[in-house]
């Protein structure tokens, strides 16, 4: 068992387009049972290129047909401050593989507007998660994630300080040009999710996914290795390429 897999569960595929078949169905899969048991299903979503295609298929029959999406509540794991027409925007990406496609409610998307005040967006948005659980435990349904060649997931970067945040749900992270300021949740608030799937994707991840998931634990250097649902799944779907230097 990889060293640092805590309690989560490996999958390999042969390719991209069956990684996020799988994705999609479990996306299913957890939106009928939170639908079913509390009335709701909330997700936060993941930019980048590798889920693209999964909100492809979810915008699609069958995946678009299971789904009571009136259910639906959408978050985002991170955004980079752009304006959001900006190609850049994971919300506009996701909006236009996905979001604009099914019967989800406006008022149940939630992206974050951050292009012009990100310590004030991040606030905002922890206000908005707050209001949203009510007093209750933040435990989203479901959390999609990448990872980056550097070992960064959400906005977590390596070496940023807000790999070190205990209290706070959302944070603003300075980064460096072209993109200065992303908003992102935080680990704390990612660990209490009911389910968190990792999308890993292509032979540019390999050597990265090996270290996070058999390395030693130095989340510092590779900030995925802080995401350890405290009571929830844990899953890697990964391709055969990413998965190359797997034990």
Known sequence: MPDNLGTGLIRVFPDLESLSRAAAA????????????RGRFSVALSGGGTPR????LLAAPPYRDEVDWPRVHVFWGDERCVLPDD????????REAW????????????????????????RRYETL??????????????VFLGLGADGHTASLFPQTPV??????????????????????????????????A???????KAGVLKEVLHGPYEPDRLPAQLI???????LWLVDEAAAAGLQ
């Open 198 to 204: 990792f999308l890993v994707a292509g032979p540019s």
């Open 87 to 94: 190609p850049r925007s994971n919300a506009r990406m996701a």
């Open 228 to 234: 350890r649902p405290e009571s929830g799944e844990l």
């Open 26 to 37: 479990w996306f299913v899969r957890q939106a009928k049972e939170a639908a079913a048991a």
């Open 53 to 56: 295609r999964t909100y492809e």
């Open 99 to 122: 979001l604009d496609r099914v019967p989800i409610p406006r008022s149940q998307i939630y992206p974050m507007d951050c292009a012009q005040a990100p310590e004030g967006a991040a």
């Open 129 to 142: 998660l707050r209001e949203f659980f009510g007093g209750g435990p933040p435990r989203l349904d479901l």
């Open 163 to 196: 790999l070190k945040e205990r209290e706070r749900w959302v944070a603003a992270v300075q980064l460096t040009e072209p993109e200065p300021y992303r908003v992102s949740l935080t680990a704390p608030l990612l660990n209490q999710a009911a389910a968190v």
